[in-house]
């Protein structure tokens, strides 16, 4: 008998904890521990944001769903890991402690054969002086919370702007290393198609912020893809789509305070400026949860699972971007001090960015952050739960990879919401990371995979994969047969 401890039960954690749980007989336990009582499906935060969707239409309560499918769910932060265990306790173990009211504040010692390390990023707004969701005129989507309040926030100015008020509208990156600049593209696109549907686009100026060095950048270097019979640069798609949405943009920009209605930010000239607002929203850095971890006689040893996020099996040694390489990335996602530990999705530490670095003329490091939600994640989660799988079945070598160098993804942005008004941009990648050793005469991709589409058709694929994936999270008959 094994015993798989999940550590969150988001997109990967929730991923991997199904798998498992489907695939392993029940002597073998599955644990989820999360703070959360909620799955929610990320992606459609965005709809949330601009009211086209309700928070109950994106979440589900996990307690009822766990307690079904026998796997025990303990609503609990983790504290500390001791992968060697204590003098006390022999087996490796986690240190957690109770949220719920009854419970609140009561620790546990949660022993485990397995650990998924699957808790995701800390929104580090605090990384940025002054941005806090819904002060400051600021907001975000990065949780269902959040995307309520932003669209309280927008609902508020557009009947503002209805009596007749002009405003002006921030959207983007609130911290020189923010990523997921795709949530914040998609969400600029949904809110200008909503001030038309309220016939107010004429009353606001909408403004785009961000650390890319180009437009289309998204953290990934930018793409050379197919469109049409044409082949593009992605930063002339997304310029393209702005120019024809009158958005403007501001980029290289590192976003390093925020007061009330105005964004300060340094740009890669080292220029100290500021841009007023009537509303923003801007996406915070992301970074680990401070995590510590201990060896069997107390002393501390987090370097050996942690860089930020944790460590695992991708080449960390320090080199120029022109020596960066797809071997560099992870294969596997298992830590390499302690062979039962793994770390899928956004929890494991990159062992450097995908875009090139810039600095500005003041040293300041202005570009994005490796993205790794959304398809990754649950890729990711389900490998590591297979390759678990298989070791508790007897074999010897992890069998599962996925380096997001031979990884491709698919990415349906939501340019507006409606049946027949909507949109959405469609953008296959492959690979994530570019290889430019495989294909080094279209920018480290293949051209073949790598490909976008605009137009109503991308909203209705966006919507659908909306429904597919809350029945799939909801392990609703032949729920696996959807892939990740």
């Known amino acids: 008998m094994s015993k798989i401890v999940i550590l969150g039960a988001g997109i990967a954690g929730h991923v991997a904890a199904t798998h498992l749980r489907r695939k392993l007989s029940k002597e073998h336990e599955v644990v989820v521990v999360s703070p959360n009582g909620n799955y929610q499906w990320i992606p459609s935060n965005i709809w949330v944001g601009v009211g086209r969707m309700k928070s109950e239409d994106i979440l589900f309560p996990l307690t009822p769903l766990y307690k079904k499918k026998g796997i025990?769910?303990?609503?609990?932060?983790?504290?500390?890991?001791?992968?060697?265990?204590?003098?006390?306790?022999?087996?490796?173990?986690?240190?957690?402690?109770?949220?719920?009211?009854?419970?609140?504040g009561r620790t546990e010692k949660?022993?485990?054969?397995?650990?998924?390390?699957?808790?995701?990023?800390?929104?580090?707004?605090?990384?940025?002086?002054?941005?806090?969701?819904?002060?400051?005129?600021?907001?975000?989507?990065?949780?269902?919370?959040?995307?309520?309040?932003?669209?309280?926030?927008?609902d508020e100015l557009i009947q503002r702007m209805k009596k007749g008020e002009k405003v002006k509208i921030l959207?983007?990156?609130?911290?020189?290393?923010?990523?997921?600049?795709?949530?914040?593209?998609?969400?600029?696109?949904?809110?200008?198609?909503?001030?038309?549907?309220?016939?107010?686009?004429?009353?606001?100026?909408?403004?785009?912020?961000?650390?890319?060095?180009?437009?289309?950048?998204?953290?990934?270097?930018?793409?050379?893809?197919?469109?049409?019979?044409?082949?593009?640069?992605?930063?002339?798609?997304?310029?393209?789509?702005?120019?024809?949405?009158?958005?403007?943009?501001?980029?290289?920009?590192?976003?390093?305070?925020?007061?009330?209605?105005?964004?300060?930010?340094?740009?890669l000239e080292g220029e100290q400026k500021s841009e007023t607002y009537d509303f923003a929203m801007l996406i915070p850095a992301f970074s680990g949860h401070g995590f510590k971890a201990y060896d069997k006689n107390n002393v501390e040893?987090?370097?050996?699972?942690?860089?930020?996020?944790?460590l695992v099996d991708a080449d960390y040694t320090p080199k120029p971007y022109e020596d960066?390489?797809?071997?560099?990335?992870?294969?596997?996602?298992?830590?390499?001090?302690?062979?039962?530990?793994?770390?899928?999705?956004?929890?494991?530490?990159?062992?450097?960015?995908?875009?090139?670095?810039?600095?500005?003329?003041?040293?300041?490091?202005?570009?994005?952050?490796?993205?790794?939600?959304?398809?990754?994640s649950g890729i990711t989660a389900k490998l590591v739960?297979?390759?678990?799988?298989?070791?508790?079945?007897?074999?010897?070598?992890?069998?599962?990879?996925?380096?997001?160098?031979?990884?491709?993804?698919?990415?349906?942005?939501?340019?507006?919401?409606?049946?027949?008004?909507?949109?959405?941009?469609?953008?296959t990648t492959f690979p994530i990371v570019p290889d430019f050793e495989k294909y080094p005469d279209t920018h480290g991709r293949k051209l073949g995979k790598t490909f976008g589409e605009i137009g109503l058709a991308g909203h209705w694929l966006k919507l659908a994969l909306h429904y597919a994936f809350m029945y799939k999270a909801k392990m609703k008959p032949f729920w696996w047969l959807i892939p990740e």
């Open 171 to 267: 959207i983007g990156t609130g911290h020189a290393k923010a990523t997921c600049q795709g949530a914040a593209f998609e969400y600029i696109l949904n809110v200008e198609k909503e001030l038309h549907k309220h016939n107010v686009r004429d009353m606001a100026e909408i403004t785009w912020i961000s650390n890319e060095y180009q437009l289309g950048d998204f953290g990934m270097d930018g793409v050379l893809l197919s469109y049409g019979s044409n082949i593009m640069k992605s930063s002339e798609m997304v310029e393209m789509v702005f120019e024809d949405r009158g958005i403007k943009w501001i980029l290289g920009a590192g976003v390093n305070k925020i007061e009330d209605g105005i964004a300060h930010y340094e740009n």
């Open 324 to 376: 960066w390489s797809v071997q560099d990335w992870p294969e596997t996602y298992q830590n390499p001090s302690y062979k039962n530990i793994f770390a899928p999705g956004i929890a494991f530490a990159p062992p450097h960015a995908i875009s090139k670095p810039r600095v500005s003329k003041n040293g300041t490091s202005i570009s994005p952050a490796p993205p790794r939600t959304g398809m990754p």
């Open 110 to 154: 949660v022993t485990y054969d397995y650990l998924i390390n699957a808790t995701g990023p800390k929104l580090a707004f605090d990384q940025t002086e002054g941005l806090l969701p819904a002060t400051n005129k600021t907001y975000s989507i990065c949780t269902y919370t959040h995307a309520e309040h932003a669209w309280q926030g927008l």
């Open 301 to 310: 040893i987090t370097d050996k699972l942690f860089k930020g996020f944790m």
């Open 385 to 427: 739960a297979d390759n678990i799988i298989d070791v508790i079945k007897g074999k010897k070598e992890l069998q599962h990879k996925g380096s997001m160098g031979n990884m491709g993804a698919a990415c349906i942005a939501s340019a507006g919401y409606g049946m027949t008004q909507g949109s959405g941009i469609s953008i």
């Open 72 to 104: 025990d769910f303990k609503r609990a932060k983790v504290t500390t890991f001791h992968p060697e265990g204590d003098t006390e306790t022999l087996k490796p173990y986690v240190n957690i402690q109770y949220v719920l009211k009854e419970d609140q």
